[in-house]
């Protein structure tokens, strides 16, 4: 019995024209799963995600991170040559993903109309800003602005200050991850039934999806959910919240948080603290009385959490079945071996960049999470695949090649 | 050809024995793709999240909105037979998902040694809060203690603030998007196959797949990614952020991005500004002189931005072709009926609640969302999820409903 998680989707075959995070991140998780994704570039340059950021004459982490256990075909899609290559591809794949500008996928001559009518079976996923049918279907989107028109930077920041955008991609990954989601139902459907599909999703409505807590609380009080610091929107009850550390570095700070849902989180708290004091005390008894008075109990847990460093509060808190959480820094989380011993960072050795790091899908398969390889270098491929799956020989593969229709 | 896109999922059956919303959200992404999820709840109370902050005597709108589109089964797990009635259920189950605090599901005899004995072809799904192997495994999370430990605060907030948890539940709906995935890649492989799984994801391994671009910074530094305010991690270069407009309320901004990779998008952006005289002005002509006068070049954004109301400046900028976003708060995106008519909010009927508005999934199915139903009232589905499940009859059914095995 096969525990490889690789071996997943083994025989399910993606043609890839998406490009820098929204559209690869989507791709990258169907290859973990053991999808043979296809990744089509320009020649030139390829995804720009390849020098974002990166050092000259070499792909960028950035690119590296997203784009893991793909091939990459480089063709050249001004050409007619080029083009039609890639409709060949296109009657061969189960999937079609793109993330082009609007319009862009169109007037390149590979759009849902074209492609579906020479492969009725396939999944034509298309990722787009703003919905068709919205007022800015037309608008170019990056992740931070997917993250404010899609409501999720109205409700992040201090309750004093301007919106502020969340460190995560959630306009980016976050909507990679649910098209990898539908694509993934789809084919269910496909290997049943043998029918195609059409998906389109915006990075302005995957955010709604990621931010449904804070429907909740205009629900319940027909007001737009606030920015709350580092509470939970609409407050929560105290103790909640991010509590000063020892060293008083920019991330030495606890999260505490007690539950409205168990009233023993405050007594265990208080016994955690030494201020057994204070237990029954009818100032500080219920949520209510705590939130009434919310300075004096983030004071009370303020002076016992400054005493100790994160690691050790975060330990002291959690050991008592309180949950409480350390905030990590990423270079604490990079240096914290125990996630490379539990597979969830691995580390690779690329030809030119040499040997990196990186966080790879993190669910465990019978104890093992899916194994990277490193991503593609330009073009590195385009021979293979078009070989593999088109059954392209030699001659021809070199008749592309020198007439610069493929590259690499 | 069915395009419907509940029709994809025919046939797979989910056992699921999660609640709050990291679980939940994973079965009801399944639920929407048309498995048959039927919810197991304890019959007094049910998932703990019927009850979070909704008023008395009807299912709050948090369990809702994570709960669409599955059957709910009531069995006393405390009671031998209702333990007996779940591993008779789980012989016909595809997939067992559950989210308890550690070591719960195993206290209760239904842990993974114990069902995938019964069946071994089930995928069993395990969500907690720390992985199995580190050194917090059997401590509690909730979303925002996983966003503390797994970065995203250290990387959220202003720049000279403490850290922010950001308003979208990453450690919990993010969660439940990477197991839903890898739920449907291992079914893909049992329907192929036959072989079953053991799939663990914790929350604080899941966050570190969502800022994956703050480690971009980290690996070109070799600093721990910083707080940024509305900007990129890093910063990125300037015009860059949220910009103040004309109302001056709390979400009165709007969100305009200048791609350092298109030179083009500040020269436009000058000219919707109407100040063309500073187009070719070395003093902002380059990235980085924009970056070496930030407030300078933040200042005269502003002062067009402050004459401008958010949507209008967005449309402005956003037809120019440079990426802008209003800061929409949830209630304008509540009251934007686009969002209606494009199926991405829903208007159901509750028995109990009455009519109620949620977003559902966003993808489009040949331009259609899936539709949504509501939520089950505790129980709703005792007698009809055995009956279809395992043939009980009337008679039988009716004596587990008489023994309180079943509620509902």
């Known amino acids: 019995m096969s525990t490889r998680p690789e071996a997943c989707l083994t025989g399910m075959k993606v043609l890839d024209l998406t490009q820098f995070e929204a559209g690869p991140s989507c791709t990258e998780a169907l290859a973990w799963m053991g999808a043979d994704v296809v990744k089509v570039e320009n020649p030139k340059a390829g995804d720009p995600g ?35 290559l890639i409709k060949q591809m296109a009657r061969h794949a189960d999937v079609f993903c793109e993330n082009f500008a609007p319009g862009a996928i169109e007037r390149l001559g590979l759009g849902p109309d074209v492609i579906r009518a020479i492969n009725p079976g396939i999944i034509y996923c298309q990722t787009k800003g703003f919905g068709a049918g919205s007022p800015f279907e037309k608008s170019l989107a990056f992740d931070m602005i997917a993250q404010a028109a899609g409501g999720l930077m ?35 459907r496909k290997l049943r039934t043998g029918e195609g599909e059409h998906l389109q999703l915006a990075m302005q409505d995957s955010i709604l999806h990621y931010i449904r807590n804070s429907f909740t609380y205009m629900e319940r009080t027909g007001k737009p959910a606030p920015r709350a610091g580092s509470k939970t929107v609409g407050g929560g009850n105290p103790p909640i919240g991010v509590y000063p550390c020892k060293g008083g570095g920019p991330n030495d700070y606890v999260y505490i948080y007690t539950s409205r849902a168990n009233p023993e989180h405050w007594n265990r708290l208080l016994k955690v603290m030494g201020r057994e004091d204070l237990i029954g005390d009818p100032n500080y008894a219920t949520p209510e009385a705590r939130t009434e008075r919310r300075e004096e109990v983030d004071a009370i847990v303020a002076a016992w959490t400054r005493q100790h460093d994160k690691h050790e509060a975060m330990h002291l808190v959690a050991s008592a079945t309180i949950p409480a959480g350390a905030v990590m820094d990423t270079m604490e989380l990079a240096n914290d071996k125990s996630f490379e011993e539990r597979g969830i960072r691995q580390t690779m050795q690329h030809p030119v960049v040499g040997p990196y790091t990186m966080s790879g899908w993190p669910v465990r398969f019978s104890g093992r999470t899916p194994p990277i390889s490193t991503a593609p270098l330009l073009g590195q491929h385009s021979e293979e695949a078009l070989a593999d799956w088109l059954g392209l020989d030699r001659e021809e593969l070199g008749k592309l090649r020198r007439d610069a229709v493929i590259g690499g």
């Open 50 to 84: 390849r020098t974002a950021g990166g050092k000259p004459g070499q792909d960028a982490y950035y690119f590296l991170q997203y784009n893991a256990n793909k091939r990459s075909l480089a063709v050249d899609l001004k050409s007619p040559r080029g083009v039609d």
């Open 154 to 188: 109205s409700i992040t920041g201090e309750e004093d200050g301007p919106p502020c955008k969340p460190g995560a991609t959630i306009g980016d990954t976050g909507t990679g991850m649910l098209m990898a989601i539908t694509v993934l139902a789809a084919y269910v």
